[in-house]
Protein backbone atom coordinates (compact mmCIF):
# COMPACT_ATOMS: atom_id res chain seq x y z
CA UNK A 1 0.00 0.00 0.00
CA UNK A 2 2.79 2.45 0.80
CA UNK A 3 4.40 1.90 -2.32
CA UNK A 4 1.39 2.64 -4.03
CA UNK A 5 1.16 5.59 -2.87
CA UNK A 6 4.57 6.20 -3.11
CA UNK A 7 3.85 5.24 -7.30
CA UNK A 8 1.08 7.85 -7.00
CA UNK A 9 2.89 10.82 -5.89
CA UNK A 10 5.61 10.09 -8.21
CA UNK A 11 3.19 10.02 -11.11
CA UNK A 12 1.31 13.27 -9.61
CA UNK A 13 4.59 15.00 -9.90
CA UNK A 14 5.19 13.84 -13.72
CA UNK A 15 2.10 14.54 -14.82
CA UNK A 16 1.31 17.91 -13.27
CA UNK A 17 3.96 19.72 -15.04
CA UNK A 18 3.76 17.99 -18.21
CA UNK A 19 -0.32 19.10 -17.79
CA UNK A 20 1.01 22.47 -17.35
CA UNK A 21 3.20 22.90 -19.79
CA UNK A 22 0.83 21.28 -22.46
CA UNK A 23 -1.73 23.88 -21.52
CA UNK A 24 -1.93 27.19 -23.79
CA UNK A 25 -0.70 30.42 -21.78
CA UNK A 26 -3.40 32.34 -20.23
CA UNK A 27 -3.75 35.56 -21.81
CA UNK A 28 -2.07 38.30 -19.55
CA UNK A 29 -4.57 41.58 -18.67
CA UNK A 30 -3.06 44.01 -20.91
CA UNK A 31 -3.43 47.49 -19.24
CA UNK A 32 -2.50 50.61 -21.42
CA UNK A 33 0.01 52.85 -20.30
CA UNK A 34 1.11 56.02 -22.19
CA UNK A 35 4.59 56.15 -21.14
CA UNK A 36 5.87 58.93 -23.16
CA UNK A 37 4.50 60.68 -26.30
CA UNK A 38 5.71 59.14 -29.39
CA UNK A 39 7.78 62.30 -31.21
CA UNK A 40 9.96 64.40 -28.51
CA UNK A 41 7.79 67.50 -27.39
CA UNK A 42 9.58 70.60 -28.50
CA UNK A 43 9.54 74.02 -27.68
CA UNK A 44 9.93 76.88 -29.69
CA UNK A 45 11.08 73.85 -32.32
CA UNK A 46 13.90 72.94 -29.90
CA UNK A 47 13.67 69.26 -28.13
CA UNK A 48 12.96 69.75 -24.67
CA UNK A 49 15.88 67.00 -24.35
CA UNK A 50 18.44 69.70 -25.40
CA UNK A 51 16.67 72.53 -23.38
CA UNK A 52 17.81 70.47 -20.45
CA UNK A 53 21.51 71.55 -21.08
CA UNK A 54 20.45 75.19 -21.02
CA UNK A 55 19.27 74.94 -17.33
CA UNK A 56 20.41 78.26 -16.13
CA UNK A 57 21.44 78.91 -12.76
CA UNK A 58 22.01 82.60 -13.58
CA UNK A 59 20.93 84.72 -16.72
CA UNK A 60 22.10 83.93 -19.73
CA UNK A 61 21.75 85.75 -23.44
CA UNK A 62 19.61 83.07 -25.35
CA UNK A 63 19.66 82.80 -28.97
CA UNK A 64 19.51 82.70 -31.52
CA UNK A 65 15.27 82.92 -32.11
CA UNK A 66 13.87 82.78 -35.01
CA UNK A 67 12.24 85.75 -35.73
CA UNK A 68 11.83 86.37 -39.90
CA UNK A 69 12.60 85.74 -43.32
CA UNK A 70 13.09 87.46 -46.01
CA UNK A 71 13.63 85.75 -49.59
CA UNK A 72 14.83 87.65 -52.16
CA UNK A 73 14.00 85.63 -54.57
CA UNK A 74 14.27 81.36 -55.39
CA UNK A 75 14.57 79.08 -58.08
CA UNK A 76 13.36 75.53 -58.21
CA UNK A 77 16.28 73.05 -58.65
CA UNK A 78 15.41 70.01 -60.61
CA UNK A 79 17.77 67.36 -59.26
CA UNK A 80 18.63 68.17 -55.45
CA UNK A 81 18.77 65.26 -54.07
CA UNK A 82 18.99 61.47 -55.73
CA UNK A 83 15.78 59.44 -54.36
CA UNK A 84 16.37 56.38 -56.46
CA UNK A 85 17.89 55.14 -59.51
CA UNK A 86 16.72 52.07 -61.74
CA UNK A 87 18.98 50.41 -63.77
CA UNK A 88 17.85 47.83 -66.45
CA UNK A 89 20.77 45.82 -68.48
CA UNK A 90 19.40 45.07 -71.83
CA UNK A 91 22.33 43.87 -73.45
CA UNK A 92 21.52 40.00 -73.56
CA UNK A 93 17.84 40.66 -75.13
CA UNK A 94 17.10 40.65 -78.48
CA UNK A 95 13.80 42.65 -77.75
CA UNK A 96 12.99 45.48 -76.59
CA UNK A 97 12.18 45.76 -72.91
CA UNK A 98 9.52 48.11 -71.28
CA UNK A 99 10.74 49.75 -67.68
CA UNK A 100 8.04 51.38 -66.15
CA UNK A 101 8.21 52.31 -62.31
CA UNK A 102 6.66 54.07 -59.19
CA UNK A 103 8.60 56.03 -56.93
CA UNK A 104 6.37 56.51 -53.40
CA UNK A 105 7.53 58.22 -50.25
CA UNK A 106 9.14 55.29 -48.85
CA UNK A 107 11.81 55.77 -51.07
CA UNK A 108 12.91 59.43 -49.85
CA UNK A 109 16.25 59.55 -47.49
CA UNK A 110 18.82 61.76 -46.75
CA UNK A 111 18.76 65.61 -45.58
CA UNK A 112 16.09 67.99 -46.50
CA UNK A 113 18.59 70.83 -46.30
CA UNK A 114 21.85 71.89 -48.20
CA UNK A 115 22.46 75.37 -46.95
CA UNK A 116 25.95 78.18 -46.74
CA UNK A 117 24.85 78.26 -42.82
CA UNK A 118 24.17 76.22 -40.29
CA UNK A 119 21.13 76.84 -38.16
CA UNK A 120 18.91 75.37 -35.43
CA UNK A 121 15.75 73.49 -36.16
CA UNK A 122 13.70 75.88 -35.47
CA UNK A 123 15.29 78.45 -37.50
CA UNK A 124 15.34 76.20 -40.54
CA UNK A 125 11.50 75.79 -39.93
CA UNK A 126 11.19 79.23 -40.20
CA UNK A 127 12.55 79.76 -43.42
CA UNK A 128 11.01 76.80 -44.84
CA UNK A 129 7.47 78.32 -43.61
CA UNK A 130 8.42 81.52 -45.13
CA UNK A 131 8.95 79.79 -48.18
CA UNK A 132 6.40 77.63 -48.40
CA UNK A 133 4.14 80.93 -48.32
CA UNK A 134 5.66 82.70 -50.66
CA UNK A 135 5.60 79.17 -53.51
CA UNK A 136 2.12 77.78 -51.52
CA UNK A 137 0.38 77.16 -54.52
CA UNK A 138 2.47 75.66 -56.43
CA UNK A 139 3.29 72.80 -53.84
CA UNK A 140 -0.30 72.56 -53.24
CA UNK A 141 -0.73 71.72 -56.93
CA UNK A 142 2.28 69.05 -56.79
CA UNK A 143 1.15 67.45 -53.67
CA UNK A 144 -2.05 66.35 -55.14
CA UNK A 145 -1.16 64.82 -58.41
CA UNK A 146 2.30 63.90 -57.11
CA UNK A 147 1.28 62.30 -53.64
CA UNK A 148 -1.90 60.45 -54.85
CA UNK A 149 -0.65 58.12 -57.61
CA UNK A 150 3.63 58.25 -56.88
CA UNK A 151 5.91 59.66 -59.68
CA UNK A 152 6.18 57.51 -62.30
CA UNK A 153 8.61 56.73 -65.04
CA UNK A 154 8.50 55.04 -68.27
CA UNK A 155 11.35 53.60 -70.35
CA UNK A 156 11.47 51.27 -73.48
CA UNK A 157 14.96 50.29 -73.48
CA UNK A 158 15.75 48.97 -76.94
CA UNK A 159 17.90 45.36 -77.49
CA UNK A 160 21.69 45.74 -76.97
CA UNK A 161 21.26 48.87 -74.75
CA UNK A 162 20.67 49.61 -70.91
CA UNK A 163 18.06 51.56 -69.72
CA UNK A 164 18.42 54.30 -66.55
CA UNK A 165 15.68 55.64 -64.72
CA UNK A 166 16.46 58.63 -62.11
CA UNK A 167 14.13 60.23 -59.88
CA UNK A 168 15.32 63.45 -57.99
CA UNK A 169 13.64 65.46 -55.64
CA UNK A 170 13.12 68.70 -56.87
CA UNK A 171 14.74 71.56 -54.42
CA UNK A 172 14.30 75.44 -54.27
CA UNK A 173 17.29 77.37 -53.72
CA UNK A 174 16.62 80.62 -52.07
CA UNK A 175 18.73 83.44 -50.70
CA UNK A 176 17.25 86.49 -48.53
CA UNK A 177 17.87 87.92 -45.12
CA UNK A 178 16.94 85.59 -41.99
CA UNK A 179 16.23 87.63 -39.02
CA UNK A 180 17.36 85.87 -35.82
CA UNK A 181 17.41 87.75 -32.62
CA UNK A 182 18.96 87.06 -29.20
CA UNK A 183 17.80 88.41 -25.47
CA UNK A 184 18.88 88.17 -21.97
CA UNK A 185 16.75 85.88 -19.37
CA UNK A 186 17.04 89.10 -16.99
CA UNK A 187 15.27 91.11 -19.64
CA UNK A 188 13.66 88.73 -22.30
CA UNK A 189 11.55 92.37 -23.72
CA UNK A 190 14.93 93.70 -24.68
CA UNK A 191 15.81 91.31 -27.88
CA UNK A 192 19.07 92.54 -30.10
CA UNK A 193 18.01 91.56 -33.93
CA UNK A 194 20.84 90.54 -36.28
CA UNK A 195 20.39 89.88 -39.91
CA UNK A 196 21.73 86.73 -41.83
CA UNK A 197 22.18 86.67 -45.48
CA UNK A 198 21.75 83.10 -46.36
CA UNK A 199 21.80 80.81 -49.54
CA UNK A 200 20.30 77.13 -49.51
CA UNK A 201 18.67 74.85 -51.08
CA UNK A 202 16.07 73.14 -49.48
CA UNK A 203 13.19 70.69 -49.96
CA UNK A 204 9.85 70.09 -47.78
CA UNK A 205 10.06 66.36 -46.84
CA UNK A 206 7.25 65.14 -46.07
CA UNK A 207 6.17 65.69 -49.87
CA UNK A 208 6.45 64.43 -53.03
CA UNK A 209 7.92 66.82 -55.39
CA UNK A 210 10.31 64.92 -58.12
CA UNK A 211 12.44 65.14 -61.19
CA UNK A 212 13.17 62.33 -63.21
CA UNK A 213 15.07 61.60 -66.31
CA UNK A 214 15.31 58.06 -68.42
CA UNK A 215 18.07 57.15 -70.88
CA UNK A 216 19.70 54.52 -72.60
CA UNK A 217 23.78 53.81 -73.28
CA UNK B 1 -1.69 -2.88 -11.27
CA UNK B 2 2.08 -1.70 -10.71
CA UNK B 3 2.30 -2.38 -14.54
CA UNK B 4 -0.54 -0.16 -15.35
CA UNK B 5 0.92 2.54 -12.97
CA UNK B 6 4.62 2.53 -14.86
CA UNK B 7 2.57 2.57 -18.41
CA UNK B 8 0.69 5.36 -17.24
CA UNK B 9 4.01 7.52 -16.12
CA UNK B 10 5.75 6.05 -19.76
CA UNK B 11 2.96 7.64 -21.58
CA UNK B 12 2.89 10.79 -19.56
CA UNK B 13 6.65 11.02 -19.80
CA UNK B 14 6.21 10.62 -23.57
CA UNK B 15 3.62 13.89 -23.53
CA UNK B 16 5.37 15.65 -21.68
CA UNK B 17 8.36 15.50 -24.23
CA UNK B 18 5.90 16.22 -26.93
CA UNK B 19 4.85 19.39 -25.48
CA UNK B 20 7.97 21.01 -24.93
CA UNK B 21 8.68 20.08 -28.80
CA UNK B 22 8.58 23.74 -30.44
CA UNK B 23 6.53 23.66 -33.86
CA UNK B 24 8.46 25.41 -36.40
CA UNK B 25 6.33 27.11 -39.12
CA UNK B 26 7.41 27.31 -42.48
CA UNK B 27 6.38 30.75 -43.42
CA UNK B 28 7.21 32.43 -47.40
CA UNK B 29 9.01 35.80 -46.65
CA UNK B 30 6.85 38.76 -47.82
CA UNK B 31 9.13 40.99 -50.29
CA UNK B 32 8.48 44.25 -48.52
CA UNK B 33 10.24 42.31 -45.83
CA UNK B 34 13.32 41.29 -48.45
CA UNK B 35 13.77 44.87 -49.39
CA UNK B 36 13.72 45.93 -45.87
CA UNK B 37 16.21 43.84 -44.57
CA UNK B 38 18.21 44.98 -47.37
CA UNK B 39 17.67 48.80 -46.96
CA UNK B 40 18.44 48.20 -42.93
CA UNK B 41 21.54 46.21 -43.75
CA UNK B 42 22.70 48.81 -46.08
CA UNK B 43 22.43 51.49 -43.62
CA UNK B 44 23.12 50.25 -40.79
CA UNK B 45 26.13 47.85 -41.72
CA UNK B 46 29.49 49.93 -41.39
CA UNK B 47 32.10 47.78 -41.34
CA UNK B 48 35.95 48.67 -39.62
CA UNK B 49 38.78 48.81 -42.20
CA UNK B 50 36.58 49.58 -45.36
CA UNK B 51 34.90 52.15 -46.98
CA UNK B 52 30.86 52.04 -47.84
CA UNK B 53 31.42 52.96 -51.47
CA UNK B 54 27.46 52.92 -52.69
CA UNK B 55 25.19 56.00 -52.41
CA UNK B 56 22.72 56.27 -49.95
CA UNK B 57 19.96 56.00 -51.97
CA UNK B 58 18.89 52.92 -53.96
CA UNK B 59 20.34 51.74 -57.11
CA UNK B 60 18.08 49.43 -58.32
CA UNK B 61 19.67 47.01 -61.49
CA UNK B 62 18.11 44.36 -63.21
CA UNK B 63 18.75 42.34 -66.56
CA UNK B 64 17.07 40.66 -69.34
CA UNK B 65 18.09 37.20 -69.98
CA UNK B 66 19.23 36.11 -73.28
CA UNK B 67 16.64 33.92 -75.05
CA UNK B 68 15.83 30.82 -73.53
CA UNK B 69 13.64 27.94 -72.79
CA UNK B 70 14.00 27.92 -68.71
CA UNK B 71 12.54 31.04 -67.48
CA UNK B 72 9.56 33.00 -69.17
CA UNK B 73 9.90 36.34 -67.26
CA UNK B 74 12.92 37.78 -69.52
CA UNK B 75 14.33 39.37 -66.41
CA UNK B 76 15.31 39.03 -63.01
CA UNK B 77 12.02 40.80 -61.20
CA UNK B 78 9.42 39.86 -59.71
CA UNK B 79 5.79 40.88 -60.29
CA UNK B 80 5.99 42.13 -63.81
CA UNK B 81 8.30 45.46 -62.99
CA UNK B 82 11.61 46.49 -62.32
CA UNK B 83 10.03 47.73 -59.12
CA UNK B 84 10.93 44.66 -57.78
CA UNK B 85 13.88 43.35 -58.68
CA UNK B 86 15.21 40.23 -57.57
CA UNK B 87 18.55 41.25 -56.23
CA UNK B 88 20.07 44.55 -54.12
CA UNK B 89 23.22 45.21 -54.02
CA UNK B 90 25.98 47.58 -51.93
CA UNK B 91 29.65 47.56 -52.66
CA UNK B 92 32.45 47.80 -50.08
CA UNK B 93 36.00 48.93 -50.75
CA UNK B 94 39.19 48.29 -48.38
CA UNK B 95 40.62 50.74 -46.99
CA UNK B 96 44.30 48.64 -46.71
CA UNK B 97 44.12 47.01 -49.90
CA UNK B 98 42.93 46.25 -53.17
CA UNK B 99 40.01 44.12 -52.21
CA UNK B 100 36.60 45.36 -53.73
CA UNK B 101 33.33 43.36 -52.30
CA UNK B 102 30.12 43.15 -53.54
CA UNK B 103 27.34 42.36 -51.13
CA UNK B 104 24.04 40.79 -53.32
CA UNK B 105 20.59 39.88 -51.25
CA UNK B 106 18.53 37.38 -53.93
CA UNK B 107 14.59 37.20 -53.35
CA UNK B 108 14.71 33.29 -52.59
CA UNK B 109 11.32 32.37 -50.87
CA UNK B 110 12.07 28.71 -51.10
CA UNK B 111 15.14 28.77 -49.32
CA UNK B 112 14.57 27.59 -45.52
CA UNK B 113 17.25 28.00 -43.20
CA UNK B 114 20.32 29.96 -42.57
CA UNK B 115 23.50 27.71 -44.10
CA UNK B 116 26.46 28.45 -45.94
CA UNK B 117 25.77 27.10 -49.83
CA UNK B 118 29.57 27.26 -50.89
CA UNK B 119 32.50 29.18 -51.48
CA UNK B 120 33.06 29.54 -55.13
CA UNK B 121 36.90 30.59 -56.16
CA UNK B 122 39.39 31.56 -58.74
CA UNK B 123 42.88 32.42 -58.35
CA UNK B 124 46.78 31.98 -60.18
CA UNK B 125 47.27 29.56 -56.89
CA UNK B 126 44.19 27.23 -57.75
CA UNK B 127 45.07 24.85 -60.40
CA UNK B 128 43.89 21.29 -59.92
CA UNK B 129 41.08 21.49 -62.46
CA UNK B 130 43.39 23.49 -64.96
CA UNK B 131 45.14 20.99 -67.46
CA UNK B 132 49.05 21.75 -67.00
CA UNK B 133 49.77 23.81 -70.30
CA UNK B 134 46.94 26.18 -69.14
CA UNK B 135 47.66 27.09 -65.94
CA UNK B 136 49.54 30.04 -66.54
CA UNK B 137 46.09 31.85 -67.78
CA UNK B 138 45.91 34.90 -65.75
CA UNK B 139 43.49 34.88 -63.14
CA UNK B 140 42.25 37.38 -60.63
CA UNK B 141 41.60 36.63 -56.86
CA UNK B 142 38.27 36.14 -56.79
CA UNK B 143 36.04 34.90 -53.73
CA UNK B 144 32.11 34.17 -54.06
CA UNK B 145 30.46 33.34 -50.61
CA UNK B 146 27.15 31.52 -51.14
CA UNK B 147 24.57 32.15 -48.05
CA UNK B 148 21.36 30.48 -47.94
CA UNK B 149 19.04 32.76 -44.99
CA UNK B 150 15.24 32.32 -44.35
CA UNK B 151 13.32 33.56 -47.75
CA UNK B 152 16.80 34.94 -49.27
CA UNK B 153 20.20 34.07 -50.67
CA UNK B 154 23.18 36.61 -49.65
CA UNK B 155 26.15 36.07 -52.46
CA UNK B 156 28.95 38.15 -51.32
CA UNK B 157 31.69 38.72 -54.31
CA UNK B 158 35.18 39.46 -53.07
CA UNK B 159 37.54 40.51 -56.00
CA UNK B 160 41.39 41.73 -55.73
CA UNK B 161 41.15 44.83 -58.02
CA UNK B 162 44.92 44.36 -58.63
CA UNK B 163 46.29 43.79 -62.04
CA UNK B 164 46.98 40.10 -61.99
CA UNK B 165 50.87 40.06 -61.80
CA UNK B 166 53.60 37.37 -61.65
CA UNK B 167 54.49 37.93 -57.89
CA UNK B 168 50.99 37.05 -56.82
CA UNK B 169 51.60 33.77 -55.33
CA UNK B 170 50.73 31.76 -52.28
CA UNK B 171 51.86 34.30 -50.02
CA UNK B 172 49.74 37.10 -51.95
CA UNK B 173 46.89 34.89 -51.69
CA UNK B 174 46.76 34.53 -48.06
CA UNK B 175 46.49 38.28 -47.27
CA UNK B 176 43.81 38.11 -49.86
CA UNK B 177 42.03 35.79 -47.69
CA UNK B 178 42.54 37.14 -44.35
CA UNK B 179 41.07 41.01 -45.66
CA UNK B 180 38.09 39.01 -47.21
CA UNK B 181 37.49 36.87 -43.03
CA UNK B 182 38.32 41.03 -41.91
CA UNK B 183 35.05 41.48 -43.94
CA UNK B 184 32.86 38.56 -43.17
CA UNK B 185 33.72 38.39 -39.27
CA UNK B 186 31.50 41.77 -39.12
CA UNK B 187 29.61 41.74 -41.92
CA UNK B 188 28.09 38.00 -40.22
CA UNK B 189 27.20 40.00 -37.12
CA UNK B 190 25.31 42.39 -38.51
CA UNK B 191 23.74 40.09 -40.99
CA UNK B 192 22.56 37.60 -38.01
CA UNK B 193 21.37 40.91 -36.23
CA UNK B 194 19.66 42.67 -38.58
CA UNK B 195 18.13 39.65 -40.04
CA UNK B 196 16.19 38.54 -36.62
CA UNK B 197 15.39 42.65 -36.00
CA UNK B 198 13.73 42.78 -39.38
CA UNK B 199 11.93 39.78 -39.50
CA UNK B 200 11.62 39.02 -36.11
CA UNK B 201 12.46 35.52 -36.12
CA UNK B 202 13.23 34.11 -32.97
Known amino acids: ?217 | MRSKMLLFIVVMLWITGCANETTTKSRILAYDDFKKTFSTFKEKFDPGQFDKISPEHLAIITASFPENNLDARGADIIDHSVEFPARYEAYYKSENSSLLVKVNFIYFPTSKEKQFVTINSISPVQNSNILEDYRKIPRPFFDEYLLSMEGYLVLINFIDINKVADGMNDQYQKSFIEDTLVFYEQFEKSLLQIHHEVLQIE
Open chain 1, 1 to 217: MRKKVGLCILTLLLVVPAMVSAAPYPKQPQTKVTVAPATETTQNGIPESELADMVRPTDVIVGPVFHSYDPDGYVTVKKFREIITFEHDNTRNSKPYNMSVTVTRSESQGSEWNGSLEFTGEIKAGILAELNSTVGVEHKTTRATNEAVGAKGDMEVDPGKTGFIRFWYKGRTTDGTVRVYYYNTADPSNRTYVDKAIDATVFVADHMDVFSEAWQE
